[in-house]
Structures are given as structure tokens and as C-alpha cells.
């Protein structure tokens, strides 16, 4: 019998927990008889790396709309997801389910999500929550249990994008012509923002508490700026990461990959060098030819900005003809370079979305999550992208700002650079860290108990108000994960794992058979790999007698 609790057992006790927060919640709100039930924001943005946000790491660049969320709230310093893809990270999130419990397992299957299920926007309305969503949907198929919505088409365009919404005026029309497709002038991140603005200003029901999610289309391939700060980030010094030239010795899986920024990030597509002399496996035409296509979409003030600035750098990019690690290297910074960009336009969002919910008296009645579907590469093992069950993709951001109530729960603080050995300096914000291991199964059952509902059994993940208000709590001491998308693109195969505060146990299955063990405290960045070692094999049969049934399936 394994000591450890499995996480329906753990749900059982903290069910108990959950009951009494929503009495703390009430309670709270009595101190104002003026306030009512408290909102929830979920802003989720799309492949957005810990790396990259300055209250988890300084080296990239400053997020001071998101640092803003943490430092008034609480920042989760060890938050992962399980299945690091779109679709079926956003399928857990909604239904608070591993994707073998939700069935959604992977973005190609064509099947969409069965929306007839239980879901947290279906247990918010019922309790009498509002609920909307804006931005991206990556889930086929039509939402249910949301009173408004407008989202992209599968990943939706960075330039003038098309948002698909219900037609809200005629509820009998038959069921092909259920839809509004609408071209927005300008950039994805400034109109999901001003949409979600305009659904908190002008269409919900003021009357009624409500759950609103805002996900972005930021940060995901192939990284494209916004016009306005294009120029940002290019005279920044870009350290490379220390395994960026990893060799794969051990890890047959990671060696198998198509990830690699060396080899298979393409110059046109990702990195924007169109020149008759730059091959490419993507053909310019289906990125530049056509008025839908990526660039073609763009109007002619849009083509007018990005062609000054892309061109002096083809140009001198042709001209220095770069092979082998120079070229290598210049392609990690030009990545880079796009992506922070499209980083500093999130945060900027955020950070007007914020000041409306400031504004309009909101902040104080509302709860806001920061989060990204998963994790993501910055260069790490040579990589951009995520799926694997290592650190920089399992791993997820999450922070949360908190109402005056909940604020106060905790005193223990740390700085954002406290992983990399700098100097605090004045000022700097000081964050209250939740360190247990948190997964992105715990989300619905977090807004449902800051929403005073019930988390219903079937459920496998946790509230985490236990945790934010600073009680002492019985927690899962391990992370379960199975990604599932192969052979796909990047050819990252199927595997599932166990992970600790310490070891992370992997098996890559389907048409491999390899296992993989890590000690996370000598090794963070799992360059070596344990497996087969007879000192540790005391260590995999406890990781494994610690895994469910389910871990084998
Ligand atoms: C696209 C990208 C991939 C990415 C997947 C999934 N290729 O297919 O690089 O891994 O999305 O991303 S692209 O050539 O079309 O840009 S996810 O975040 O939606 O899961
Ligand atoms: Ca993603």
C-alpha cells in the first residue's frame, strides 16, 4: 500500500476545507455590506515561459504588469501542467480533469472537445456566476456553458484577425448559420484586450458576479510583433543558455525530437528573413503570398512598418552568409528578440486590463489569474516549442492577484531574482510564494471555491485557497503527466511520468521503450539521466509504488 494519498483521496479531505472557505470568503465580504460575491479574471496567454516573466527570472526582460498581479497577490513557484499542449491544457483547465478523464488527449485528433460534460463555466452559471470567454478556443468545436463568447479560429492570426462569435440576435436560426465572423483591424493582443473591456463594460449583467477568461494568442509561433514596438529588444544582450549545444547522451526521446532551433526553425516562417536567396521548407507564398496568409493579411501601413524594419536585417543577414554555431546562435537571438517583443505587448495588455478592473472599482471584489497553457523553450537543450515532461515545458506560470481579504494571509516574502544569485535592489517588489506542487487540474476547482460553489468528486485536482489563505493542509506530494500527440509535428514521442519536490521518473513508450530518472536537486536542467543506475533503483520502485493505476495505462 503507498503512504501517499492519491488525489481523489486528497480532494475527499480537502472537500472539507473547501466548505470552510467559502465561509472565510463570506465572512469577508460582511466587513462590506456593499460588496457582493467575488469575480474571477483567468487571463491565460499561449506558450509564455517562466523565463520570460521578471518575477520568476530577470534575465529576459521586465513584466511589470504581471510582477504587478504576484506582488499583490501570491506567485506559485512550483506550478506545472499535465499534458504540455493547447487544446488539452485548455480542456484541464475547464474541466479541472487529466485529459484521460476529460478526453481530450491531443490538438490533432480532429474530435472536438465534448462540450456536453461538466465543466467549471457550467457549475459557475449554475451557481449564479456570469461567464464569458475572449481570445483563444483551440478546442474545435462551440463553446458551451458560457453566456458570451468570442474567440479565434483555431490559432487565429497575429495581424486583423478573424473572431468567431454566436449571433446573439436571433435564436432561431438553424444551427449552420450560428455564427458571426468578424475581421478586427490591428493586433490580436490589443483586441482581445479591448474585447474583454468591452464585455466588462458594456455586456455582462452588472448585477451578477462573474467569471470572465481572457486567452491570448500571445506568445505562440511564430512570434510576431506589434508594429508599435517592433524596434524593442534589439540592442539587448541575449545570454545563451548553458545547454543550448546539449548532446542528448542518455536521452534517446530528446535526441528523436524536431524542436531544435539549430535545424528546424525555418528562417521565413519563424524568423522573418524573406529573400529569394534564403531557402526554406515552408515556401514563401503560403506565409507572404495571399491576403489571408500571415503577412498578406496585414493592410498596407502594417506591411509599411514591418518591411523597414525587417529589411535592414535580411539584408545583413544575406550578406553575412552565416553557417554552423554562428548561425546557430544568431537564430536563438532573433527568436529571441520576436518573442519579447510579443511578451512586452502581453504585459502591457495585462496591465490595461488592470486598470480598467481598477478603474471601474473592480480590483477589489476580483481575482486575477495569470497563466500560460504551458510552458515553453527559451533555448534551453537547443530548443523553442514544449510537449516534453522537462522542466521548461511541464513547468507553467501561475500567479494570482488577490482582494484586500486575502491578502494578508501570509508573511513570508521573496524577491524575483532569488533563483539567480543578483542583487536586490531598492524597490524591487517582494512576492508571498506558494511553493507546493500545483497543476492546472487545480484551477476549476480554485474558482469554484472562491465562487463559494462545491468541487464536485470527479474533479482531480485541488482547491488552492487552503494554500493562498496560509493554512496548514495535507498536500499531493506528486505530479502526474501524460502527453499523447505522436507521431505529430516535432516528433516528441508519448510518455508519462511521476514528479516530486525532488525526482522525475519518465517512461517514452509507443515505438520506444525508454525510461528516464532525474534528481531535480543535482541536476535541474535533467542532463543526466539516473536511469538503470543500481544506486537508484530503491528510488524508481518507490516513485513507482507511488503512481496510481492510472500512471500504466
Ligand atoms: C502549430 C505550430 C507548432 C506548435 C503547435 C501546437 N506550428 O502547429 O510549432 O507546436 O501549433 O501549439 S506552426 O508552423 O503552425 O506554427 S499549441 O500551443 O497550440 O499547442
Ligand atoms: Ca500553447
Known amino acids: 500500500m503507498?503512504?501517499?494519498?492519491?488525489?481523489?483521496?486528497?480532494?475527499?479531505?480537502?472537500?472539507?476545507?473547501?466548505?470552510?472557505?467559502?465561509?472565510?470568503?463570506?465572512?469577508?465580504?460582511?466587513?462590506?455590506?456593499?460588496?457582493?460575491?467575488?469575480?474571477?479574471?483567468?487571463?491565460?496567454?499561449?506558450?509564455?515561459?517562466?523565463?520570460?516573466?521578471?518575477?520568476?527570472?530577470?534575465?529576459?526582460?521586465?513584466?511589470?504588469?504581471?510582477?504587478?498581479?504576484?506582488?499583490?497577490?501570491?506567485?506559485?513557484?512550483?506550478?506545472?501542467?499535465?499534458?504540455?499542449?493547447?487544446?488539452?491544457?485548455?480542456?484541464?483547465?475547464?474541466?479541472?480533469?487529466?485529459?484521460?478523464?476529460?478526453?481530450?488527449?491531443?490538438n490533432i485528433s480532429g474530435i472536438a472537445f465534448d462540450g456536453s460534460q461538466q465543466t467549471v463555466q457550467k457549475l459557475l452559471q449554475a451557481g449564479g456566476y456570469q461567464t464569458a470567454i475572449i481570445g483563444k478556443w483551440h478546442l474545435d468545436g462551440i463553446p458551451t456553458g458560457f453566456d458570451y463568447w468570442n474567440i479565434l479560429p483555431g490559432q487565429g492570426d497575429y495581424y486583423n484577425p478573424d473572431l468567431i462569435s454566436e449571433k446573439q440576435h436571433d435564436a432561431t436560426i438553424p444551427c449552420n448559420q450560428l455564427l458571426d465572423t468578424v475581421r478586427y483591424d490591428g493586433y490580436v493582443t490589443n483586441i482581445i484586450t479591448d474585447l474583454s473591456i468591452d464585455w466588462l463594460r458594456n455586456k455582462r449583467d452588472k448585477a451578477k458576479p462573474f467569471c470572465m477568461f481572457v486567452h491570448h494568442k500571445a506568445a505562440h509561433r511564430n512570434w510576431m510583433a506589434d508594429t508599435t514596438n517592433i524596434q524593442s529588444f534589439e540592442n539587448e544582450t541575449i545570454p545563451l543558455q548553458d545547454n543550448f549545444y546539449d548532446d542528448y547522451k542518455g536521452r534517446k526521446a530528446a535526441a528523436k525530437q524536431e524542436m531544435s532551433i539549430d535545424k528546424d526553425m525555418t528562417l521565413i516562417y519563424d524568423l522573418k528573413m524573406l529573400n529569394d536567396s534564403v531557402s526554406d521548407r515552408r515556401y514563401a507564398s503560403s506565409y507572404y503570398g495571399y491576403d489571408n496568409s500571415i503577412y498578406g493579411r496585414m493592410n498596407s501601413e502594417q506591411k509599411a512598418a514591418w518591411d523597414k524594419f525587417y529589411q535592414p536585417i535580411i539584408d545583413n543577414f544575406v550578406a553575412s552568409d552565416l553557417s554552423g554555431k554562428e548561425l546557430a546562435e544568431w537564430k536563438y537571438r532573433r527568436y529571441m528578440r520576436d518573442y519579447l517583443k510579443v511578451i512586452q505587448s502581453l504585459d502591457e495588455n495585462i496591465g490595461r486590463l488592470l486598470k480598467e478592473l481598477e478603474d471601474e472599482g473592480l480590483l477589489e471584489n476580483t481575482v486575477i489569474l495569470?497563466?500560460?497553457?504551458?510552458?515553453?523553450?527559451?533555448?534551453?537543450?537547443?530548443?523553442?516549442?514544449?510537449?516534453?515532461?522537462?522542466?521548461?515545458?511541464?513547468?507553467?506560470?501561475?500567479?494570482m492577484r488577490l482582494p484586500g481579504c486575502l491578502q494578508d494571509a501570509g508573511n513570508n516574502r521573496s524577491t524575483g531574482r532569488d533563483h539567480h544569485n543578483s542583487t536586490k535592489s531598492d524597490n524591487e517588489p517582494t512576492y508571498r510564494d506558494i511553493n507546493q506542487l500545483v497543476q492546472n487540474i487545480d484551477i476549476a476547482p480554485t474558482l469554484l471555491d472562491l465562487a463559494g460553489q462545491p468541487i464536485p468528486e470527479d474533479m482531480d485536482g485541488m482547491s488552492l485557497l487552503p494554500l493562498i489563505k496560509g493554512e496548514s493542509t495535507q498536500w499531493r506530494q506528486w505530479l502526474y503527466y501524460h502527453y499523447y500527440e505522436y507521431p505529430a509535428e516535432h516528433s516528441v514521442c508519448r510518455h508519462y511520468g511521476i514528479r516530486t519536490d525532488r525526482y522525475k521518473l519518465i517512461h517514452f513508450y509507443y515505438d520506444i521503450d525508454e525510461w528516464e530518472l532525474y534528481d531535480l536537486k543535482s541536476d535541474p536542467h535533467e542532463m543526466n539521466n539516473l536511469y538503470g543506475l543500481t544506486e537508484y533503483d530503491s528510488i524508481v520502485i518507490q516513485l513507482k509504488e507511488m503512481c496510481p493505476e492510472f500512471l500504466y495505462q
Open 2 to 106: 503507498s503512504k501517499y494519498f492519491s488525489p481523489r483521496q486528497i480532494n475527499k479531505k480537502i472537500f472539507t476545507i473547501a466548505a470552510s472557505s467559502a465561509i472565510f470568503l463570506s465572512s469577508c465580504n460582511d466587513k462590506d455590506e456593499e460588496q457582493k460575491q467575488l469575480n474571477m479574471v483567468v487571463i491565460m496567454s499561449d506558450d509564455h515561459s517562466y523565463q520570460t516573466i521578471s518575477c520568476f527570472d530577470q534575465r529576459f526582460i521586465q513584466t511589470p504588469n504581471i510582477d504587478r498581479l504576484a506582488a499583490e497577490g501570491v506567485r506559485f513557484t512550483n506550478s506545472f501542467v499535465c499534458n504540455s499542449i493547447s487544446g488539452p491544457s485548455r480542456a484541464t483547465l475547464l474541466t479541472g480533469k487529466y485529459s484521460h478523464n476529460n478526453g481530450y488527449k491531443e
Open 370 to 399: 495569470y497563466l500560460s497553457d504551458q510552458g515553453f523553450y527559451m533555448g534551453e537543450h537547443g530548443w523553442f516549442d514544449k510537449r516534453f515532461m522537462y522542466e521548461e515545458s511541464m513547468r507553467t506560470p501561475l500567479v
